[in-house]
């Protein structure tokens, strides 16, 4: 692959960066690191951008913040933070989802350089750290990005058990390698495992850097979705690039006869999947904000332990519960609030 130009990188950094007082030796400088441009990591980074910096001004300072943008693809994720870091040492490197995390990873290294992580479903098996809920003990801590799968699963099945009653139900996932994409599988099957009432069927197929070849992942997303329609009764939208554009989702629902059960994205459920349970982007860019502020106070990254996020937000699509005649329990029209669809 060509090397980047490294005019491309000033682009990027004249795009995105704060600029610096007179004492700029003084001030602290950020990276942050975004996988490609879907909405769950650009709406992620600015808001966590908009916090951080209105932290900084509450507190007198201003932090230099360069934005990279690996368009997933993770070769341009290395060089980008290759020749960024031989301009300057960064304070601290800030990775939005999997791919980024994992490039920021393996680019510090052992230096001294703390890493901040959000957005990355499964940390555990990206390899960033190896327990959630516990200080990592290394200059690297973040937040999960999705609920445990457990309740997921729990909230799925008291709403599919009404169609296939007493026999097991049936999902189907179609997804790409993507790490992010088979870390959600993982824990789904995890989960799964534990109820004696429903069996996973999966499509897995290579993933190609997104957005440039999104047509080819729904070609192949498609052929898996036309192999597993006779065996399912419902599918479910894992983690991942295909599961955060709307394409993929219009594909399933005019591919398919079978309905959507859990949806990736509060848009998932307003094109039509059943419901979903998604972490609230701007409370948790909010907190990461806060979090990435105390290290660059001087905080030991290491002493903050990785946990789910605090604030979730259901989403319901009653029309698709009508016309498949199931009854949604009152807890859960009451957790969706306002985000009940039709």
Known sequence: MNKIPITAIFCCIIAFSWPLPCNASEQSRVIVLETMPVPAVTDFSRYFVRELTRLGTEQGKTYQITTLEAQGNRVRADQLLQE??????PDLVVSIATLASQAVRDALGDTDIPQFFGLVSDPVGAGLIEEIG??????????????????QLKFSLSLAKQITNDRPVVIGVVTSDYPASLGDLRMLEEAAALQKDVVIHEVIFSYQDMPRYLEAMLSDAEKGIRSLE???????????????????????LQ????????????????????????????????????????????????LIPVLPPRDFTMGINIFTALNLQIVIPPEMLKLAGTNVFR
């Open 134 to 151: 516990i200080p990592t003990g290394q200059n690297i801590t973040g937040l999960v990005a999705a609920l445990p799968r457990e309740t």
């Open 84 to 89: 960024t870091m031989e301009r300057f040492t």
């Open 230 to 252: 006779s065996q399912v009764d419902f599918w479910w939208e894992v983690s991942g690039p295909l599961g955060e554009v709307p394409e993929f989702i219009d594909l399933i």
């Open 255 to 302: 591919v398919s006869s079978k309905p959507i059960l859990y949806g990736n994205t509060m848009e998932s459920v307003k094109a039509g999947a059943l419901f979903s349970m998604q972490q609230n982007i701007e409370k948790s860019a909010s907190e990461g904000a806060g979090l990435a502020r105390d290290i660059l106070e001087g905080a030991d990254p290491g």
